[in-house]
């Protein structure tokens, strides 16, 4: 076991994917003799060589269409998107062709990129580095999409999503690349628990929580919270996203009769709305209150001042727990 | 001949840096080598890259262009009856696909937009994977790996990257192969190809841009892309170019070699403009007479790339009747051969919706596929179940 921040955790998982398969090879801006504006890449172009760590022009598009080239040619590359907010200029050759590359060729061509995004806010910056642009991805088929919370995973789904066969967008929450936590770095990525699993992370009874990526650390604060109030809640790390794994989250709900879904993103056509509506579908009979959704707003990611009012917080959080379990809570008394 | 031919050898020994590139910066003059009366005009910067084209290699050129017209014209005819749903005509642009399609060696590896059937008929693609898509049977037609032939691509231009990081694993692997896409005039104002030019050039890795400039982007001209001449653009990415007839099949040629050559030694990407034309409509579902004019198909008829090789075999004494009776029956073989192919295709089984989203099992995607199946059975027929009046 090993204290390393989450950057550091990518970075050794990478380190690893790099020294075990020769095929693999790292595509991005800034990626080299900086480390990437995060230095999740530091010290591996000099280790590896400018062929393997590839600083490329700054163009998205070409970055991960060069990859699909690359993988035609059975590279596994792996692509950095610098921000989250970036990603849009590749928006059709991921959709259009990483997604659809395998199906269009029955198969003969594989995709196996791994597109790692920094993403979600929380870090004071301007427009476009603090978005979570997830859904536009899970809505399209032929992608996987994960995320992680915490260092261990960091380490281990890294290196499951570059061995994966299929394209895999890596969502790192940026606001905790600086977070510290244990890493077993002997954990072997082909035996640990699969990338589309979910974790229950807090066990608890009367409500279960669903979140991902950088609220996975504030959901487990407002379950301590919610226990001191005497309230027992059950939070799930979703961790995969396409596909989401329904039978941890049902099995809780099962439980709990009670689901809360927390996400940065905006509400409309979110993750929170397709786990509330698959839940509902599944587990209607065992539902004792309307499932709640605490988001972001659905409106462009506001300036940073007043980010924390657009991010779920804590306190949030347990006003929509409130709202599940029918106590007072700031929406009392209105209807629908 | 044609199919396995692929890969006639260089006659010329390059250095890859020079050669009869256009330089940076100087307006590309159209290198012309068979005029449209089916005159040869010597070349000296190309004649020596052609001295392997023999009498008997000018036949085998005319019969693959030939071919792959009667190919284009099959195809045309099985969508008006209805056994292809769409078909992107070729006609007009036999030499362009055959200069340069002949000019590859198997193991360099193409990356094409969906009209370059006649680059796929070089690789030795089985005859009906051409129309396979056409019909609506598949999304691609052929195994890549099968013809190192990438599925053609539909998004505009996106097949220039595409080839550009093939090229940058070949430069990785340390091989001599080269990747090669084509695109028309319409992608060269898309982002991907520019994107594709400024990777190309600054890893200088081995691939060859092949532009189609047939003058249209539907029903869009030209000059509509573009304010100089498309070659002329390469310059700016720092990447030579060559602007050929692309009516002309040994120009073509020539000028493929010339890239090739260079990419194989380690000179980097190469711009060629093919200036040639769409006689065609943009697929069979487009009127061309909207949008232009008469007049201007038939100036471009009298340049038909076809009738100057004609001519030139006739001239040189070698388009005998016993060449062209060979020829037809060739043609005739070999579109007989792809109608079967197609009308005899087998429809893909429902259920094959869901085949190959995902190489490893999917939950999501499992659970909407088993549901289907269950839907499926609850009804006789499966082609009942899309009845569009309902069948329940």
């Not at chain 1, 993403?119 to 996987?144: M, V």
């Not at chain 2, 005009?41 to 890259?49: A, K």
């Not at chain 2, 100057?308 to 075999?313: I, K, P, Q, S, T």
């Amino acid at each position: 076991m090993t204290q390393m921040t989450f950057a550091r955790a990518i970075n050794a998982g990478l380190r690893k994917s790099l020294e075990n398969d020769p095929k693999v090879v790292l595509l991005g801006e800034d990626i080299g003799a900086l480390g990437g504006v995060f230095r999740v890449t530091d010290g591996l172009q000099k280790d590896f060589g400018k062929h393997r760590v590839v600083d490329t022009p700054l163009a998205e598009s070409a970055i991960v269409g060069t990859a699909v080239g690359l993988a035609y040619r059975g590279y596994r590359p792996v692509v950095e998107i610098q921000f989250d907010g970036f990603i849009y200029p590749a928006f059709d050759q991921i959709v259009s062709q990483v997604a659809k590359l395998h199906y269009r060729t029955r198969g003969a061509v594989k995709m196996p990129i791994t597109i790692r995004v920094p993403f979600g806010g929380g870090i004071g910056s301007p427009e476009h580095h603090s978005e979570s642009p997830e859904a536009y991805f899970t809505h399209t088929s032929g992608l996987r999409v994960v995320t992680v919370s915490n260092p261990q995973d960091a380490h281990t789904v890294i290196q499951q999503a570059i061995s994966c066969d299929d394209p895999v967008l890596y969502f790192e929450p940026k606001r905790r690349y600086h977070d510290k936590g244990e890493v077993d770095e002997s954990v072997d990525p082909r035996t640990a628990v699969p990338m589309d699993q979910a974790r229950v992370v807090t066990e608890g009874a009367d409500v279960t929580l669903v979140a991902y990526g950088p609220l996975v650390k504030t959901a487990r604060d407002a379950a301590l919270a919610a226990a001191d109030e005497g309230i027992s809640l059950e939070v799930i790390d979703l961790r995969s996203l396409a596909p989401v794994d329904y039978d941890t989250v049902v099995a809780s709900v099962r439980k709990t009769g009670r689901l809360v879904v927390t996400h940065e993103a905006g509400q409309s056509g979110g993750l929170g709305a397709e786990v509330a509506a698959s839940i509902t579908e599944r587990c209607f009979y065992h539902l004792e209150a309307a499932p709640v959704r605490v988001t972001g707003f659905d409106i462009p990611y506001p300036y940073s001042k007043l980010e924390m009012h657009h991010l779920p917080g804590l306190d949030r959080i347990l006003d929509g727990v409130d709202r599940a379990l029918g106590r007072p809570n700031s929406l009392s008394g209105l209807e629908g | 001949m044609g199919q396995g031919s692929a890969s006639a050898p260089i006659a010329a020994d390059f250095t890859g840096t020079g050669g009869p590139a256009q330089t940076p910066g100087r307006a590309a003059e159209l290198v012309q080598l068979i005029t449209p009366s089916g005159e040869r005009i010597s070349h000296p910067e190309f004649d020596p890259l052609l001295q392997d084209i023999t009498d008997e290699q000018l036949c085998s050129l005319f019969e693959d262009m030939t071919v792959i017209r009667r190919i284009d014209v099959e195809a045309t005819a099985l969508q008006r009856q209805g056994e292809l749903a769409l078909w992107p005509p070729l006609l007009g642009q036999e030499a362009a696909q055959i200069g340069s399609g002949r000019a590859l060696r198997a193991d360099d590896f193409v990356f094409s937009s969906y009209r370059e059937n006649g680059v796929a008929y070089c690789r030795g693609v089985d005859l009906t994977d051409i129309v396979r898509v056409w019909r609506g049977n598949s999304s691609s037609g052929w195994d890549p790996y099968s013809i190192n032939m990438a599925t053609p691509q539909i998004i505009i231009g996106a097949q220039t990257l595409h080839a550009t990081g093939y090229a940058m694993g070949i430069q990785n692997d340390g091989a001599d192969s080269v990747a090669v896409t084509y695109f028309g005039d319409g992608a060269t104002s898309e982002g991907d190809v520019n994107e594709a030019m400024v990777f190309a050039a600054s890893f200088q890795v081995p691939v060859v841009f092949f532009c189609t400039n047939n003058q249209w982007a539907i029903s869009e001209p030209v000059r509509l892309q573009s304010h100089i001449q498309l070659a002329d653009r390469a310059a700016g990415f720092g990447i030579p170019s060559l602007r050929v007839d692309g009516n002309d099949v040994l120009a073509v040629m020539a000028a493929t070699r010339v890239a090739l050559d260079r990419a194989r030694h380690g000179g980097g990407p190469t711009f060629i403009e093919a200036v040639s034309y769409r006689m065609g409509p943009h697929t069979t579902a487009d009127d061309p007479t909207r949008y232009r004019d008469a007049n201007e198909l038939e100036d471009w008829a009298a340049k038909d790339p076809i009738s100057r090789v004609e001519a030139l075999l006739d001239r040189k004494g070698l388009l005998t009747p016993e060449l062209q009776q060979q020829v037809r029956d060739k043609a005739d073989a070999v579109a007989r051969e792809m109608r079967a192919g197609c009308t005899t295709m087998p429809d893909p089984q429902p259920l094959d919706i869901f085949k190959h989203v995902y190489s490893t099992p999917n939950s999501w995607l499992d659970r909407q596929q088993d549901h289907y199946t269950r839907y499926l059975a609850s009804f006789g027929d499966p082609a009942e179940a899309v009845s569009e009046e309902g069948a329940r």
